[in-house]
């Protein structure tokens, strides 16, 4: 981990009010010099309550080589920064390798066009050409994936703004400029830059900028959990991530409320990601969680077997190959595969997914939640969606599956037993203590 913190006067060398050494404060050690006329002031200015570091356009400070590991694989990076500059082009800092390379860095206002931030993953810009957080304050983050490198600005990235990393060790880093220029520095605040030596999950970017948002008092400028209560005296939600077929995705149900997992959001006031692709098998599910890295320390639903394994595979199989690739404690729920209309008890179809669920339920009892069979009991007669005939074939009554508005679907739920659904799931989350 890296931790320049502009607010720890502890962490600097100062002559005065000039900067002549700033310490990391992270794991990788190292400092930041600079000499004569190059130092920025510190405490000079604030950016909400706190002191902090300006750089006026002449100074920067030069990165020892203990920290140039950081790029050479995926990475996330965090600056804090104000720019004095208005439209006028400038760098904030800039890492590059022993052929001048860039590695890393953030301009601003390229080509002294108003707002357009760049920052850098390897030699291509991770461009945000339509950036009003250009003149600051403001929390960027470069977030690099194997194949992506994605460019948020106070918790936001818009459409475009990403673009494909080229990772490799840095040899030089500046703050406040380039280190084999010393035109277009900068001329502004620099408060922190934190960055980790990997790709952060989504909900560990959003803890970091809500962390530092309300740190630096720039909490009024982000969007998301953390917008309205400070992550230093709150804590932390467990969010959820579901990854399933047709049954999680509902692309036919056009209202996205009416999905469950957009109900059970509003219900448990957490975030629900949909990982829904409709007629994907269980290898197919189990294989997109395996390769997820953006929602590894959510827990985890997993609702699919319907449309079956691919070949090779077993459904029993394929859960517990995603459940074995969570991290250890990782709280994780299993749904049922559904039978059709045309998959009555006592057909092949039914008996293969019966024999699957028991499976999976054998294998994982305090885990499994057969919704299924739940669904089902209420079409018993005297209860509420009583079906004499779908209660005896052990499958879904017509008033619990979608209409298109000309022929009833034999197999998909429509919004009424998604919303009954929902409710069994969040009961159940809410009794396990999620």
Known sequence: ???????????????????????????????????????????TRTMGTLPTLDFSGTNHMDLSAE??????????????????????????????????????????????????????SGASAIPDAAAPEDAG?????????????YNYLNGMTRGGANGAPTYGAMTTWRFGGDPTSTGSRWNGIISQIVAYARTLTLDEGALVLGYLAWKWGLQGSIAGEWATKDPRSNPRVLNIAAFGDSFTELAYLTNPADHWTDLLAARLGRRVYNGGIGGQTSTQVTNRSIADIDYQDRGHIFFCGTNGPDSGHTVLGDIQAAVAALPAGSKFLIL???????????????????????????????????????????????????????????YLSANLRFFNGTSTDALHPNALCVSLYAQMIGDRLIADGW
């Open 1 to 43: 981990m890296i931790d320049f913190d502009g607010s720890d006067a502890a962490t600097m060398v100062l002559a005065g009010t000039l900067v002549t050494e700033w310490a990391n404060k992270g794991s990788y050690g190292g400092k930041a010099t600079s000499t004569g006329t190059n130092r920025p002031n510190y405490s």
């Open 67 to 120: 920290v140039m590991n950081l790029t050479a694989a995926a990475y996330s990076l965090f600056r804090v920064w104000d720019n004095d500059l208005g439209a006028t082009f400038a760098i904030h800092d800039y890492g590059k390798n022993s052929g001048g390379t860039i590695r890393t860095g953030l301009a601003t206002n390229i080509s002294n066009v108003d707002d357009r931030v760049y920052q850098y």
């Open 137 to 149: 304050p403001t929390i960027s983050q470069l977030r690099g994936t194997t194949t992506l490198a």
């Open 336 to 394: 049922p595969s559904f039978n059709s209309s045309n998959e009555p008890a006592g057909s092949a179809g039914y008996i293969n997914k019966m024999a699957n669920n028991a499976a999976v339920a054998a294998a994982f009892p305090n885990n499994y939640l057969d919704i299924r069979s739940m669904l089902i009991a209420l079409q018993a007669p005297g209860q509420p969606y009583q079906d004499g005939t779908a209660y005896a074939g052990d």
